[in-house]
């Protein structure tokens, strides 16, 4: 598939437009003058849209064609995110009432939402188009690994840039998806539609995409734990104060980073291991790093332990993309996409809400809660494979 490098650059350009919101939200709350959950509120939107509007995309795509949904889906985040940096440009120097405030950001983060919900399942549908399924997990772990580099760039971009002024990230950011607006129209070649009627008969409890869902939705619940509670973690267990709190996060983030992309490089080179071995693989991994986690008594076993589950991860999320694009029908490749994207949106919002309630319990809970869980997707990724369901 030729054009796996630009889709690989446009995820990269997307994903880091998107994460590099999170560097600088802190800092826009309190100089506009609102409250920390405001904050929470504004990230928790794009797994809102990510619920309701992935299948909606999909959909979309199987109708109108690939490169058509991205172009417009990917113009639309472009133009989002400019409102957002223009109207943040002018609060910092004019602040205006506290309720605009919070009405425009949550306003334009929520069409941020919308547009950026497109991205992942029209990328997966694409794929799934092109390479034939044995090797479609090798195409999604190259994606994977583009998605892991954006989501370590964009905060990294945005907190450089931020010295300059709380704007400029944004402005930087809302760039980003312009350039990859071009890269669609110029480098990914015009797909043929696939299917021009109202209705595709895939429904959103298929049993074709159970298994598929129930990973997707875990695995994303995990990752929004282990980002959720990591800080707390370490300012408890250690007794750090809040600046080596911070750095201790950072560079812990940093390293599972460059190992979940590591992992996905791996993966993507072995074209020839089923896409069930590798979440199963991939799902023995997670529960043992997150089990570990529990236990540590340093910051490099508790660093270890990380760097254990994401290379779960990184054969995971591959391994339930690929086996979405090979359990349906090439007419239904967008839809099926949209639907398992729903489930990680699911696991964006739960993850937060679950994983800090069971915090307050001990801070232990929300890891090991993770590590049961994916030890029930062990358990039910083998059955799925003795009865051959998958292969």
């Given at each position: 598939?030729?054009?796996?490098?630009?889709?690989m650059?446009?995820?990269?350009?997307?994903?880091?437009?998107?994460?590099?919101?999170?560097?600088?939200v802190?800092?826009?709350?309190?100089?506009?003058?609102l409250?920390?959950?405001?904050?929470?509120?504004?990230?928790?939107?794009?797994?809102?849209?990510w619920?309701?509007?992935?299948?909606?995309?999909?959909?979309?795509?199987d109708?109108y064609?690939?490169?058509?949904?991205?172009?417009?889906?990917?113009?639309?985040?472009?133009?989002?995110?400019?409102?957002?940096?223009?109207?943040?440009?002018?609060?910092?120097?004019?602040?205006?009432?506290?309720?605009?405030?919070?009405?425009?950001?949550?306003?334009?983060?929520?069409?941020?939402?919308?547009f950026?919900?497109?991205?992942?399942?029209?990328s997966?549908?694409?794929?799934?188009?092109?390479?034939?399924?044995?090797?479609?997990?090798s195409y999604?772990?190259?994606?994977?690994?583009?998605n892991?580099?954006?989501?370590?760039?964009?905060?990294?971009?945005?907190?450089?840039?931020?010295?300059?002024?709380?704007a400029?990230?944004?402005?930087?950011?809302?760039?980003?998806?312009?350039?990859?607006?071009?890269?669609?129209?110029?480098?990914?070649?015009?797909?043929?539609?696939?299917?021009?009627?109202?209705?595709?008969?895939?429904?959103?409890?298929?049993?074709r995409?159970?298994?598929?869902?129930?990973?997707?939705?875990?695995?994303?619940?995990?990752?929004?734990?282990?980002?959720?509670?990591?800080?707390?973690?370490?300012?408890?267990?250690?007794?750090?104060?809040?600046?080596?709190?911070?750095?201790?996060?950072?560079?812990?983030?940093?390293?599972?980073?460059?190992?979940?992309?590591?992992?996905?490089?791996?993966?993507s080179?072995?074209?020839?291991?089923?896409s069930?071995?590798w979440?199963?693989?991939?799902?023995?991994?997670?529960?043992?790093?997150?089990?570990?986690?529990?236990?540590?008594?340093?910051?490099?076993?508790?660093?270890?332990?990380?760097?254990?589950?994401?290379?779960?991860?990184?054969?995971?999320?591959?391994?339930?993309?690929a086996?979405?694009?090979?359990?349906?029908?090439?007419?239904?490749?967008?839809?099926?996409?949209?639907?398992?994207?729903?489930?990680?949106?699911?696991?964006i919002?739960?993850?937060?809400?679950?994983?800090?309630?069971?915090?307050?319990?001990?801070?232990?809970?929300?890891?090991?809660?993770?590590?049961?869980?994916?030890?029930?997707?062990?358990?039910?990724?083998l059955?799925y494979?003795?009865?051959?369901?998958?292969?």
């Open positions: 598939m030729k054009e796996i490098k630009p889709l650059v446009i995820t990269i350009l997307c994903v880091s437009s998107m994460m590099a919101f999170l560097a600088v802190g800092p826009i709350v309190r100089k506009l003058g409250q920390e959950w405001h904050a929470g509120v504004m990230v928790a939107l794009a797994g809102i849209a619920i309701f509007l992935s299948r909606f995309w999909g959909k979309k795509s109708i064609g690939r490169k058509n949904i991205l172009l417009l889906a990917i113009f639309g985040f472009f133009i989002s995110y400019l409102l957002l940096a223009i109207f943040v440009n002018y609060a910092v120097i004019t602040p205006p009432l506290v309720i605009i405030s919070l009405l425009v950001l949550v306003a334009t983060r929520l069409l941020i939402g919308v950026y919900s497109a991205v992942p399942p029209v997966n549908a694409l794929i799934a188009d092109k390479v034939e399924a044995q090797k479609r997990t999604m772990a190259s994606l994977g690994a583009s892991g580099l954006g989501m370590i760039l964009g905060p990294v971009l945005g907190g450089a840039l931020a010295s300059f002024g709380l400029i990230p944004l402005y930087a950011a809302a760039i980003l998806p312009l350039i990859a607006v071009f890269m669609v129209f110029f480098f990914l070649e015009k797909d043929k539609k696939i299917q021009k009627t109202k209705d595709t008969p895939l429904h959103f409890f298929d049993k995409l159970r298994l598929p869902m129930i990973a997707s939705f875990i695995t994303m619940f995990s990752i929004v734990t282990s980002q959720v509670c990591l800080g707390f973690f370490i300012l408890d267990k250690f007794q750090m104060n809040e600046i080596d709190t911070a750095k201790t996060t950072g560079y812990i983030l940093a390293i599972i980073g460059v190992v979940f992309i590591a992992t996905q490089i791996v993966v080179k072995l074209k020839n291991v089923k069930i071995s979440l199963i693989l991939g799902s023995i991994f997670a529960t043992i790093g997150y089990f570990l986690i529990s236990l540590i008594s340093s910051k490099i076993e508790l660093t270890l332990a990380f760097c254990i589950g994401t290379i779960g991860l990184g054969m995971i999320m591959p391994a339930f993309m086996i979405t694009s090979n359990s349906v029908n090439s007419n239904e490749q967008g839809v099926a996409a949209g639907t398992v994207s729903s489930a990680q949106g699911f696991g919002i739960v993850g937060p809400l679950l994983s800090t309630v069971l915090y307050k319990i001990s801070p232990e809970f929300p890891f090991l809660f993770a590590s049961l869980i994916f030890a029930i997707l062990v358990i039910i990724s059955s494979k003795k009865r051959g369901i998958l292969c």
